[in-house]
């Protein structure tokens, strides 16, 4: 779905066409139309302050002053003036394909932009002043209200599909509650607010597409509303969110689930009964390969891989490059059902294996490394057009053989071990993490007698019983084994019983309270420890008896 950042880049770029064609259409001394020039800039200048997009609204607002001098007749509109505004609408045009990728520097040229319009106009340079300690104050308090009633809104859809699997009208309400929470000036200055915000945006387009809903999509809400919660909270209170919230973390990984990015790939023998068979009876049908990509889509992919780079290397904690990389799958999605010439196994080949480093967490664990596979692939992408095919293929190919190099261990000589903290994946992984803990316990080799001999703890009880002769053989299943059965402790010694098991019961008390206190009560918890607390009752009552 198109994001506010995006849908502000089309609206913007909309008013700017119109802008340059009002101001350089040809209307004698008396200009353009000056009511149009000054609603234009207007409206310009307001949805840069709605999608929060503060410097280039700063740009916009000097080209809304020059604008009403015009209209006023305080400025006439000579050849200087209209040189003066085509400049400004160009450069503002030039900002604005910037928008999705925007740094520090596109707000400096903004600000300059702004400055020497005000100059123009008569005025002094204007400083971009540091906000007022009220205003921030009021801005916490504004997120603070509308981050609870997002919260709230989000409990009444999961409680409304809770109810009715099939009202996803709720979920309207939900995408009309996130719009002035985005509005407000100055929020990507509390993360990973903004980000929480798109991952729930990708969850309502995602629980959208299927009817009826299960219990996952409303417990995927209810955990959005804790996330939001928490973070509202911590902003009002402290002035910032907690970045790696336990609530956070909780709805990232449901979303992940919802998203098909909570587990890795599938094993085709996994989906077999586990019997004899036959598991394949029939040949099956291959999947179709989707329309061949037109260079201009691979052009626009490219970009979006670049601007997602960008975003993950400018993000603060790996919560939020978690929920940034979560946009690459549907540009994956696209690239792996390409054609099938050469340029679209390569294609597939590359979205398959940056899919993989996606869900293996790469761009939390290793984001420079990710970023700069995915630089790499957006300038193979963006390159379509200017190269041969068979040259992007090629190109895309070194990029999927650095991804897969990066899943891989390094090589190691005989008799060395993986770097110490590593958690190498693959099956070489776990023989050599294997292998370290044998040498770390002093275990000896595998031993057929050792495993008759029964398990460890009969084993030393006789070796420490003066009287104990030599082991004895193995004894079948089911059949008396004497002396160690006194090894074998019932798992009833290991429960609480009598007053210990009320006194237990008594000590969960603070964690029901806690619970309750929350803004949102998780009720799978409370209904963990309501249940636990009458299972203690239990043995404390049968142990009297």
Known sequence: PMGLVEFFAMEAGDYLDRLDALISRPGGPAGPDRAEFVRLARALRGAALMANQQPFAAAAAALERLARAVQAGNLAWDPMTSQL????????????????????????????????????????????P????????????????????????????????????????ALQAVRQ????????????????????????????????????????????????????????RDIAAQGRADAEAQEAREFVSRLNDLLGLGTDVVSIEALFYDDGGPHIVKAGTPPAHGARLGNVELVSHGEHLRQVADALERATSPLERELRAQVLIGTFHHLASTGGDRLGVALAAFARTAREAVVRGEPSRRPEEFARNLRQAAAVLTAAGTESEDLLAERLGHVTAGLEAAAAPPAVPAGKEWPAGEDWPGLAGGYQRFEQLVRELGLGPASLEELLAGPPAAAALAAASPAAGPPEPAQPVGAPTGAREEAIVPISDLLYRGEAAFRRALSLREEVRAILAQGSPDGWALRDLVEEVFDLIQLGIGSER
């Not at 200055?189 to 945006?201: A, H, T």
Request: charged share 20%; glycine share 6%; no cysteine.
């Open 85 to 128: 505004a085509t400049r400004t609408v160009d450069d503002l045009k030039i900002l604005v394909r910037k928008v999705t990728s925007w740094t520090e520097a596109e707000s400096r040229k903004a600000e300059q932009l702004a400055a020497s319009l005000h100059e123009a106009l008569g005025g002094a340079a204007l400083a971009t």
């Open 130 to 169: 540091a906000p007022a300690k009220a205003a921030v104050e009021g801005q916490r308090a504004i997120i603070a209200q509308r981050g609870a009633a997002l919260a709230s809104t989000l409990d009444q859809a999961a409680a409304a599909l809770r109810h009715n699997p099939k009202a996803h009208s």
């Open 177 to 232: 509650t996130i719009l002035p929470l985005r509005g407000i000036a100055g929020l990507a200055d509390f993360p990973p607010l903004p980000d929480l915000l798109d991952g729930i945006d990708r969850a309502l387009a995602e629980i959208s597409k299927s009817s009826p809903a299960g219990p996952e999509t409303w417990e995927l809400l209810s955990s959005a509303a804790r996330a939001v919660s928490r973070a509202a």
